[in-house]
């Protein structure tokens, strides 16, 4: 795509079927405020049950770069190609890819880890639109909530990468920027792929946010831009690896009675 040209918008239809209010009132009937304490007793060990099943899933996959992007970008999209390449890159370099594992530029970079020989695993978020894991995922866990759904994305990664996207990227995003910049998460690489994309967003915390005196310089320097898959993954390797190394978690095998088992393939993977 040239550069300063505008990126065609996503499908129509895409836009329709992706991120529909939930038909299931329980989430809203909690953040209404004060309910009976039993209620929120069982919302909580609803919640602890389903972090549990994800710390138990997510135990052997890694290691893992997380890539946030839109749902709503199709197979022709010049987005979707440049991830698909980015997913290749991360698996070339001995990475597994982690995403949200629906459709857009999520499946976009499931795709190209699966193409290049290297593990594609989807955190997937249960919708009333029905959204299935996109077809390029090795495993994958379902998740009723999407604070429990982020936190997995981020406690099983090295490195994060943005590609395109609108709220929900900008949300994983910024949630990663934060606890970083309290010192609440290691310092991992955050990459923003996609240069015409981002450069308005960056010039904003940099030219209001800096200057203003709520963020450091700091803070928008660790947000590395660039337009090459490539060299972004070269970024999240010499980085991550380089900071922490190749050990990933306890040297631990699964254990049935705790219903852990070592990541899956699809068969012809």
């Known amino acids: 795509m040239p550069a300063g ?12 079927d992706w991120g529909k209010t939930s038909d299931d009132s329980e989430e809203r009937q909690f953040l209404l405020g004060p309910r009976r304490r039993g209620s929120d007793l069982a919302f909580a060990l609803r919640v602890v049950g389903e972090m549990v099943r994800g710390f138990r899933h997510l135990h052997f996959v890694g290691p893992c770069v997380t890539v946030f992007g839109s749902a709503r970008f199709d197979v022709d999209h010049p987005y979707y190609r440049l991830t698909r ?24 970079a499931n795709r190209g880890a699966r193409e290049a020989g290297g593990r594609s695993i989807g955190c997937n978020i249960i919708l009333p ?3 299935k894991p996109n077809p390029y995922l090795d495993d994958w866990v ?25 709220y929900g990227t900008l949300d994983e995003l910024f949630e990663v920027a934060v606890l970083i910049q309290t010192g609440k998460m ?21 030219d209001r946010l800096v ?28 980085r ?12 631990a095998h699964p254990r049935w009675w705790l219903f852990e088992r070592a990541p899956r393939r699809r068969a012809g993977a």
Not at 143 to 151: G, M, P, Q, S, V
Not at 221 to 234: C, K, M, N
Not at 240 to 251: D, E, H, I, V
Request: glycine letters at 12%.
């Open 85 to 108: 390449l980015l997913g290749g890159a991360l698996a070339d370099v001995g990475f597994t890819v982690l995403t949200g594992g629906g459709p857009g530029l999520m499946e976009a």
């Open 129 to 131: 639109a029905e959204q």
């Open 142 to 166: 379902q998740f009723r909530y999407f604070f429990i759904r982020k936190l997995m994305l981020a406690k099983y990664s090295y490195a994060f990468i943005a590609v395109p996207g609108g």
């Open 211 to 238: 200057s203003a005196g709520t963020v450091d310089a700091a803070d928008v320097d660790r947000l590395i831009v660039t337009d090459s898959p490539v060299e972004a993954a070269a970024i999240v390797r010499d």
């Open 5 to 16: 040209a505008l990126a065609p918008r996503p499908s129509a239809e895409a836009a329709v």
């Open 240 to 251: 991550a690896l380089g900071n922490f190394g190749l050990t990933y978690g306890p040297r």
């Open 186 to 206: 290691t310092d991992y690489p955050i990459v923003l792929l996609g240069v015409d994309h981002w450069r308005p967003l960056v010039g904003y915390l940099r």
